[in-house]
């Protein structure tokens, strides 16, 4: 394997464990406390709200937004680590 | 002023508004006609893509089904939304730097196979076809409704409006059409709900006032829950559908929402590969304000409907109630005769809609033919919800036309853009790629212009006779996407061994399997069933995400069986995870 090839897969497996771990939040706030564990969640209280519920309605698009915004810091360090940046 | 002269002056000035930026931005090639000349910013693509994305549906009726159907209405909040964190992060990155026009374009390509390329178009056609005919119908109802036109004349205006600016500008006509288009919908939306929530909690932030308090220092949704119980429906924050359709539909609109072809091709439209993760973002971010306003429009609309008409005798009801009553939104039948509105759970009509008699009962209410033997004398239409919300909440006249304005610049952004997805599929994935290889520049630009032409006349027709079966399917586009698009891209990206066999298999084991299930279940074909024989337990709105994960299976086991794709397919897929180099998108 050239150094070129090794390097941009080292990249790519980077990537890789970036998306990974985002993915898994994303499934967790929606999937998970939205749906799944809503009504354990429902027992606890925000404000007016009860916490599965929230999730579902707004909590879960709140950390959706964060995250884009995470990755695109993420992995504009990442392009500059490896140099692929411009 | 009236309600009516406000309208015509915002819907005037917005028009010559979309007019004006459609002519400043004429298309005069192939490449600023499909994606803008490549040069557009991540924030204005943002707020493009924002603005196609939020359709009439999402502007008009979100908000009444979550009204309807509290919990439940959450899969289209998170399904809708959390779909934009796999476009991010699986998809706009990748396919930008790939820099093609289109979809077809990357399957073709990928999958070095004119087969796999027509089954991407086919699948793109049904897709866009199955959601624009919704978009034209609703440009009609919007139309008719605030400038007391027929519904026929509201398409008719819409499809002349539409096309004058796909005409014109192509995709970068559209995009800054769509730029403005967005900020009108978004104030449109806001400035009703900012009033509201000041009005019923105190604070001007509906997101926040939604768990806030109201007089008696009660919160707002256990009020709400309370007086739902009270009525028989099941509670506002628990809803009644099961955790597995819940699941199944919100993955189903989520992997649809990220395989839709209209969504994506925005990504081609910006510079840089970074750009296209970041506009991803900016995309998200402005959607979420109407997305996380929505339920709580729901939760004070519910409220104040309930609390405004339950048990209040029809002599007392508010001017509203009767002007939409006039609409045909709403329907009274006074069952026990006691003059009073009595709206429990339970429907108050056979049928879907009121069969109006030219009668008027004792209480001066329009007669109905089709009342039902139920309890529940109210009929609402869910569209309600926003439409006649400022009337509801007393707002003043230049609010109500303010939302007109904004429905009508949701459902033409959308309608721009899936017509444009549908010429671009004929003019460049069919006639360029296949049909005509070496039509000039110029010539292909004609076509796709004759194309939208076409595209549109279908569509405008499908808006005045809608067939019975747009209403049913159109909620459908997603799971057809999900089923068809999304595993093929994904797959093409993240896994270097798939091939045109696995691909292919698998799209078409996927979207004709969805299509069976929505024959079956939704239109009654085959035998039809109800629920309880919908297989795995799940709805038509969710069979998506069974039938994505049938597509990913299929493709797998498939391309293990055959050949490993060319070397240089190989070398393409290495190329494309890396995002320097992505240059202009391009033709070859």
Known sequence: MSNKQQHASAYWKENIKYLVILLLVWFVVSFGCGILFREELDTIRLGGFKLGFWFAQQGSIYVFVILIFVYVRLMNKLDKKYGYDE | ?588
Not at chain 2, 216 to 237: N, P, R
């Open chain 2, 1 to 588: 002023m009236s309600v009516q002269t406000w309208t015509w002056i915002l819907v005037g000035v917005t028009f010559a508004l979309y007019f004006g930026i459609a002519i400043w931005a004429r298309a005069g090639s192939t490449k600023e006609f499909y994606v803008a000349g490549g040069g557009v910013s991540p924030l204005a693509n943002g707020m493009a893509t924002a603005a196609d994305w939020m359709s009439a549906a999402s502007f008009i009726s979100m908000a009444g089904i979550i009204s309807f159907s509290g919990y439940d209405g959450s899969v289209y909040l998170m399904g809708w939304t959390g779909g934009y964190v796999l476009l991010a992060l699986l998809l706009a990155p990748y396919l930008r730097k790939f820099g093609k026009f289109t979809v077809p374009d990357f399957i073709g390509d990928r999958y070095y196979s004119n087969t796999a390329r027509t089954v991407a178009v086919i699948c793109a056609l049904i897709v866009s076809f199955t959601y624009v005919a919704g978009q034209m119908r609703g440009v009609g109802i919007v139309f008719s409704q605030f400038l007391q036109v027929p519904i026929y004349w509201g398409v008719i205006i819409g499809m002349a409006v539409v096309l004058t600016f796909a005409l014109l500008g192509g995709m970068k006509g559209i995009t800054y059409t769509q730029v403005a288009q967005y900020c009108v919908l978004i104030f449109a939306f806001m400035v009703p709900a900012f009033f509201i929530s000041m009005q019923m909690t105190g604070n001007i932030i509906p997101q926040i006032g939604m768990g806030g308090t109201v007089e008696g220092g009660e919160f707002l949704l256990d009020k709400l829950d309370k007086l739902h119980v009270e009525l028989g429906f099941s509670e506002y924050t628990s809803g009644k559908k099961s955790t597995w359709d819940v699941f199944a539909i919100t993955l189903a609109l989520m992997t649809g929402t990220a395989g839709l072809p209209h969504v994506i091709v925005r990504f081609f439209t910006v510079p840089k590969v970074k750009d296209a993760r970041k506009s991803a973002g900016y995309a998200l971010l402005l959607i979420a304000i109407l997305y996380t306003t929505a339920p709580a429009i729901a939760v004070f609309s519910r409220t104040n409907l309930i609390e405004t008409v339950s048990n209040t005798s029809y002599s007392e009801i508010p001017e509203w109630f009767k002007n939409w009553e006039d609409t045909g939104l709403i329907a009274w039948a006074d069952k026990n005769g006691d003059g009073k509105i009595q709206y429990v759970a339970g429907s108050a009509l056979e049928g879907k809609k009121p069969v109006y008699t030219d009668a008027r009962g004792v209480s001066g209410e329009r007669m109905v033919s089709n009342a039902s033997e139920a309890k529940n004398e109210l009929y609402v239409d869910r569209d309600i919800m926003v439409l006649a919300n400022p009337e509801i909440a007393n707002l003043p006249n230049w609010v109500i036309a303010l939302v007109a304005a904004g429905g009508l610049a949701a459902a033409l952004s959308t309608a721009a853009g899936l017509l444009l997805v549908i010429s671009t599929s004929i003019s460049h994935d069919l006639i360029k790629k296949q049909l005509k290889p070496n039509i000039s520049d110029k010539g292909e630009l004609t076509a796709a212009r004759v194309s939208i032409f076409v595209a549109i006349l279908i569509a405008g027709y499908f808006g005045i006779n809608p067939p019975g079966f747009v209403a049913a399917v159109v909620a459908l586009a997603f799971g057809l996407a999900a089923a068809s698009f999304f595993p093929a891209i994904i797959l093409g990206i993240f896994d270097k061994r798939m091939n045109s066999q696995g691909a292919i298999s698998g799209m078409v084991v996927g979207i004709v399997l969805m299509l069976f299930y929505m024959m079956k279940f939704k239109l009654n074909m085959f035998g039809g069933g109800t629920s309880e024989d919908w297989w795995f337990k799940t709805s038509p709105e969710g069979f998506g995400t069974i039938c994505m994960l049938v597509n990913v299976v299929i493709s797998l086991v498939v391309s293990r069986m055959t050949p490993a794709p060319p070397q240089e397919v190989q070398d393409m897929v290495e190329s494309i995870r890396i995002p320097s180099g992505a240059g202009e998108a391009s033709d070859h």
